[in-house]
T-cell receptor
Framework: DAKTTQPTSMDCAEGRAANLPCNHS???????VYWYRQIHSQGPQYIIH???NNETNEMASLIITEDRKSSTLILPHATLRDTAVYYC????????????FGPGTSLSVIP | SQTIHQWPATLVQPVGSPLSLECTVE??????LYWYRQAAGRGLQLLFY??????ISSEVPQNLSASRPQDRQFILSSKKLLLSDSGFYLC??????????????FGPGTRLTVL
């Protein structure tokens, strides 16, 4: 069973920010939050990860709440190519036993 | 740069037949290697992982097996396929120096249909 909770699906207008939430209330102190996305019929693509500080890279921003029980992935200017399933997972960097991808959020970017 | 290859891209096999899926990685040494399966409309399930030649760990009991005969080669096999083995099989690699699930790179996948 997936240990994170994400909305099943979301829509976002092209050019607007897409905010994808994730609940991970059972996360431990040494576990990172990771986000991947999977475009239809392709392998997943790593997006970003973080421990407790907010993170930003060329693809997205990651906002982690102070209690670390939830996070939000932000795509600042969504494009049609961002239409994909987005997965939020967490685990320690050296732990194999908690690599569980849930069903994710299916994001549709609408023209 | 690093690249990961999987073949075949698609496969249709009868129930009870054997299976061999191959994954190779180029441009890196001693990678961590992973096999995942994705059933239709569901998330990814980690099947096997390997931290080195001949070292295989299984996450779930099943009729599948994995082998790593060379540093950058990972093979998924079955002696007799079941209908429930149908799915999208993904191989991934990660640099061991950067942790386990940090930034895995996935291959293009093999879509297996068992009839």
């Amino acid at each position: 069973d997936a240990k994170t909770t994400q909305p099943t699906s979301m829509d976002c207008a092209e050019g607007r920010a897409a905010n994808l939430p994730c609940n991970h209330s059972t996360i431990s102190g040494n576990e990172y939050v990771y986000w991947y996305r999977q475009i239809h019929s392709q392998g997943p693509q790593y997006i970003i990860h973080g421990l407790k500080n907010n993170e930003t890279n060329e693809m997205a921003s990651l906002i982690i709440t102070e209690d670390r029980k939830s996070s939000t992935l932000i795509l600042p200017h969504a494009t049609l190519r961002d239409t994909a399933v987005y997965y939020c997972i967490y685990g320690a960097q050296t732990s194999y036993d908690k690599v569980i991808f849930g069903p994710g959020t299916s994001l549709s970017v609408i023209p | 740069s690093q690249t990961i290859h999987q073949w075949p891209a698609t496969l249709v096999q009868p129930v009870g037949s054997p299976l061999s899926l191959e994954c190779t990685v180029e441009g890196t040494s001693n990678p961590n290697l992973y096999w995942y399966r994705q059933a239709a409309g569901r998330g990814l399930q980690l099947l096997f992982y390997s931290v080195g030649i001949g070292q295989i760990s299984s996450e779930v009991p099943q009729n599948l097996s994995a082998s790593r005969p060379q540093d950058r080669q990972f093979i998924l096999s079955s002696k007799k396929l079941l209908l429930s083995d149908s799915g999208f099989y993904l191989c991934a690699w990660a640099s061991p120096s950067r942790g386990v699930i940090n930034e895995q790179f996935f291959g293009p996948g093999t879509r297996l249909t068992v009839l």
